[in-house]
DNA sequence: AAAATGTACAACCGCAGCGAA
DNA sequence: TTTCGCTGCGGTTGTACATTT
């Protein structure tokens, strides 16, 4: 036996709203609110739709201060951070960005920004003569950040200078996704730090650096600096301290950490070798406020925090 | 001018997770 | 502890409009 259906099929409306659904639904939600129940809802009301239906057109469209459309440069660079770090979790990116719906940002990615980004790095690999990427590969590229188990054939896009990482399958793969992007490393430390100035979307001029960790090991950041173009260093010294699961504090980024902690991170936890989970949760001045969200994601250790080590070597992608 | 193709975006569907019973 | 129903999420589809052939 299937499940049963939410709502009477038969006898529910779908497609587009019309002005006057909008208005009845808008009307009852402004003076009585949801009522904690959507389902319940539509009938209350009048309406011929299902309950689902009511909720999405109520969070996409019709709830207060929604902005559509005009996406600016600054939630580009956000958007393409977030999905490079964290995957297609629309819902957790739409939550950076003030007024836009999660299914806004979906709809925008793919449709647009993309192939945008897409372009950009065209651009970048015929400015360096190597093979343009297919439509395809750039795909798989993104895909390969969400998953790590698989692999890439680098063969045609070695770089000038690959740093040899002596660390986790997960540092080598996303080392050979930036090959592949076109990108190349080259060395840099404090004495000599990198020409390019990563785009972070939370504090302007304070670079969204992901590492992936194991702390005491070799780090790797990587972001969209704000000409859009991908780029990623390794931190060979390792500067940043703490165990897999200790909260974010002050201590842990000492060197180079901005002042305002109001900012969202993750943060991996359980054991350096098989299973993880993340945290997802509040930095503030007292720590990592966390909460998990995601538990048991096998070897793959980004951890997002608005800071960046200016006293740590870096092999930089350029 | 009309058909074919592409684009943008609203809306739907199935599923997982969670809390209440 | 198990079951059930609701919610929220993300992949996908449907469709109106734009552009190209």
Same mark, same amino acid.
């Given at each position: 036996?299937?499940?049963?259906?939410?709502?009477?099929?038969?006898?529910?409306?779908?497609?587009?709203?019309?002005?006057?659904?909008?208005?009845?639904?808008?009307?009852?939600?402004?003076?009585?609110?949801?009522?904690?129940?959507?389902?319940?809802?539509?009938?209350?009301?009048?309406?011929?739709?299902?309950?689902?239906?009511?909720?999405?057109?109520?969070?996409?469209?019709?709830?207060?201060?929604?902005?559509?459309?005009?996406?600016?440069?600054?939630?580009?660079?956000?958007?393409?951070?977030?999905?490079?770090?964290?995957?297609?979790?629309?819902?957790?990116?739409?939550?950076?960005?003030?007024?836009?719906?999660?299914?806004?940002?979906?709809?925008?990615?793919?449709?647009?920004?993309?192939?945008?980004?897409?372009?950009?790095? /065209?651009?970048?690999?015929?400015?360096?003569?190597?093979?343009?990427?297919?439509?395809?590969?750039?795909?798989?590229?993104?895909?390969?950040?969400?998953?790590?188990?698989?692999?890439?054939?680098?063969?045609?896009?070695?770089?000038?200078?690959?740093?040899?990482?002596?660390?986790?399958? /997960?540092?080598?793969?996303?080392?050979?996704?930036?090959?592949?992007?076109?990108?190349?490393?080259?060395?840099?430390?404090?004495?000599?730090?990198?020409?390019?100035?990563?785009?972070?979307?939370?504090?302007?001029?304070?670079?969204?650096?992901?590492?992936?960790?194991?702390?005491?090991?070799?780090?790797?950041?990587?972001?969209?600096?704000?000409?859009?173009?991908?780029?990623?260093?390794?931190?060979?010294?390792?500067?940043?301290?703490?165990?897999?699961?200790?909260?974010?504090?002050?201590?842990?980024?000492?060197?180079?950490?901005?002042?305002?902690?109001?900012?969202?991170?993750?943060?991996?936890?359980?054991?350096?070798?098989?299973?993880?989970?993340?945290?997802?949760?509040?930095?503030?001045?007292?720590?990592?406020?966390?909460?998990?969200?995601?538990?048991? /994601?096998?070897?793959?250790?980004?951890?997002?925090?608005?800071?960046?080590?200016?006293?740590?070597?870096?092999?930089?992608?350029?």
């Amino acid at each position: 036996m299937g499940r049963a259906p939410c709502c009477d099929k038969a006898n529910v409306k779908k497609g587009p709203w019309s002005p006057e659904e909008d208005a009845k639904l808008k009307a009852y939600i402004d003076q009585f609110g949801t009522g904690g129940n959507w389902i319940a809802l539509p009938q209350k009301i009048g309406l011929k739709r299902c309950g689902k239906s009511c909720r999405l057109r109520w969070l996409n469209y019709l709830r207060p201060n929604i902005k559509h459309g005009g996406f600016s440069e600054e939630e580009d660079n956000i958007i393409c951070s977030l999905y490079i770090s964290i995957g297609s979790r629309w819902s957790i990116i739409a939550a950076q960005l003030p007024g836009r719906t999660d299914n806004d940002i979906k709809n925008y990615w793919n449709t647009r920004l993309k192939k945008k980004l897409l372009g950009k790095q /065209q651009q970048a690999l015929a400015a360096r003569r190597i093979p343009a990427l297919k439509k395809d590969d750039f795909d798989k590229n993104f895909n390969n950040i969400i998953h790590p188990s698989s692999s890439l054939n680098l063969n045609n896009y070695e770089a000038s200078y690959v740093p040899n990482l002596n660390t986790s399958t /997960q540092d080598h793969q996303v080392r050979d996704l930036i090959l592949k992007m076109g990108g190349k490393f080259y060395y840099s430390d404090h004495h000599h730090p990198p020409s390019f100035q990563f785009n972070n979307p939370m504090e302007n001029q304070n670079p969204l650096v992901f590492q992936s960790s194991n702390f005491g090991e070799l780090n790797m950041e990587f972001g969209v600096s704000n000409d859009g173009i991908f780029h990623g260093s390794v931190d060979q010294n390792s500067s940043g301290g703490g165990e897999f699961g200790d909260p974010i504090m002050l201590e842990n980024f000492e060197n180079g950490l901005v002042e305002d902690f109001n900012n969202y991170g993750m943060m991996p936890s359980s054991s350096t070798s098989g299973e993880s989970s993340y945290s997802l949760g509040e930095i503030s001045s007292l720590g990592f406020n966390y909460s998990d969200f995601e538990a048991s /994601q096998h070897q793959h250790h980004h951890v997002i925090a608005p800071a960046f080590a200016h006293h740590s070597s870096h092999y930089s992608l350029q």
